[in-house]
């Protein structure tokens, strides 16, 4: 499954497709890593477009076919 939008950890099911999500806050609105704690997401949707969203446990889910070290890498040249 291709999934538009930066190779993030997790993704969340929006607008009738898969999105990748790029950052979770928890209930006491402290960014977090633990799918199972965020009460909101923030998905990405376009280059120009990010849409936050309220989640319940569960609807967050790992990309598993996922692998970060074959992910391509952008070089900044000096």
Do not use: C
């Amino acid at each position: 499954m291709v999934i538009n939008g930066p190779d993030t950890k997790y993704m969340m099911m929006w607008g009738g497709e898969w999105r990748a999500v790029t950052h979770m806050i928890d209930y006491n609105n402290i960014p977090t890593t633990l799918a199972m704690r965020a009460t909101r997401a923030v998905l990405f949707i376009s280059e120009a477009e990010w849409q936050a969203a309220a989640v319940a446990p569960g609807e967050i889910v790992e990309r598993t076919g996922r692998d970060p070290n074959k992910r391509p890498w952008e070089y900044i040249g000096s």
